[in-house]
């Protein structure tokens, strides 16, 4: 069964960055299209993040020009580069592979100054 282990969050000021980190467990990214999602208090999980198998990229505009998914294969490992955060960024932060239904503990995010 796949895991998922996200780390790289905290707290940060309004304008500043962040790089999240997703070790994966269990498949192999290089096989999947990966992405990135975020649940705020209160609010849905919702996508910020996806990348294909064939490196294509999408984002909702809310974060277009501010996040970047990326990954790396030999280290089984999703990340996501965040910059320009603002307080509407804060959230746990999970990620994902395509067809799987398992969620890791995610990762906090808060943006305040």
């Known amino acids: 069964q796949v895991q998922f282990v996200e780390s790289g969050g905290g707290l940060v000021r309004p304008g500043g960055a962040l790089r999240l980190s997703c070790a994966v467990f269990g498949r192999s990214v290089r096989l999947y299209g990966v992405a990135w999602y975020r649940r705020a208090p209160q609010k849905q999980r919702e996508l910020v993040a996806r990348l294909t198998t064939n490196d294509a990229t999408t984002y909702p505009d809310s974060v277009k020009g501010r996040f970047t998914i990326s990954k790396d294969n030999a280290k089984n490992t999703i990340y996501l580069e965040m910059t320009n955060l603002n307080p509407d960024d804060s959230a746990v932060y999970y990620c994902?592979?395509?067809?799987?239904?398992?969620w890791g503990q995610g990762t906090q995010v808060t943006v305040s100054s």
């Open positions: 994902t592979i395509t067809g799987s239904n398992v």
